[in-house]
T-cell receptor, first 108, second 116 residues
Framework: AQRVTQPEKLLSVFKGAPVELKCNYSYSGSPELFWYVQYSRQRLQLLLRHISRESIKGFTADLNKGETSFHLKKPFAQEEDSAMYYCALSNYGQNFVFGPGTRLSVLP | GAVVSQHPSRVICKSGTSVKIECRSLDFQATTMFWYRQFPKQSLMLMATSNEGSKATYEQGVEKDKFLINHASLTLSTLTVTSAHPEDSSFYIC????????????FGPGTRLTVL
């Protein structure tokens, strides 16, 4: 069965500190993995996708198939990064499974 | 990415009434749309996949007769919560799959349903 876990419900860091949001998945095939972000009172929006190996707003995420992880990282957190972050797994468009989410709070 | 709208953004209704929520893909035609439900401080849960011109595919545990889905055109899917009860109060979100090489989804702003 497909499953996405995000062990931290809440993560608080100070501005300028590095941040890592953890995501682990279970899936028998080759999954597509995404990070979505939901800022306060806004819709869910795509942050980045593993397949395009991009850096968006300073965030990166590397797929580690050995550890079945897709952790989201940023070297220097900004206050505007405070939001809810969801890791998601796609079975090539057939299913889309979200993790429980991690609320990131960046303190001044 | 796709632009997705939902209407209404917020609705309050009495117990026993039915409520219709619309999801529109504004900038391209979508043969498939997805409906999610999000309880407060919880993640999104897929309810059903809406298929244009055919029946929706419901996830396990979602009542088909309770949550009626109609995908009559390539730009519109509707979710009707029939005989709503207070436990149906939730945030309902639709999404449209991306059109490119990636299989990401683009989300609507959501509809907050409160059943009194």
């Amino acid at each position: 069965a497909q499953r996405v876990t995000q062990p931290e419900k809440l993560l608080s860091v100070f501005k300028g500190a590095p941040v890592e949001l953890k995501c682990n998945y279970s899936y028998s095939g080759s999954p597509e993995l995404f990070w979505y972000v939901q800022y306060s009172r806004q819709r869910l929006q795509l942050l980045l996708r593993h397949i395009s190996r991009e850096s968006i707003k300073g965030f990166t995420a590397d797929l580690n198939k050995g550890e079945t992880s897709f952790h989201l990282k940023k070297p220097f957190a900004q206050e505007e990064d405070s939001a809810m972050y969801y890791c998601a797994l796609s079975n090539y468009g057939q299913n889309f499974v979200f993790g429980p989410g991690t609320r990131l709070s960046v303190l001044p | 990415g796709a632009v997705v709208s939902q209407h209404p953004s917020r609705v309050i209704c009495k117990s026993g009434t039915s409520v219709k929520i619309e999801c529109r893909s504004l900038d391209f035609q979508a043969t498939t749309m997805f409906w999610y439900r999000q309880f407060p401080k919880q993640s999104l849960m897929l309810m059903a996949t809406s298929n244009e011109g055919s029946k929706a595919t419901y996830e396990q545990g979602v009542e088909k007769d309770k949550f009626l889905i109609n995908h009559a055109s390539l730009t519109l899917s509707t979710l009707t919560v029939t005989s709503a009860h207070p436990e149906d109060s939730s945030f309902y979100i639709c999404s449209v799959p991306g059109q490119g090489a990636y299989n990401e989804q683009f989300f609507g702003p959501g509809t907050r349903l409160t059943v009194l």
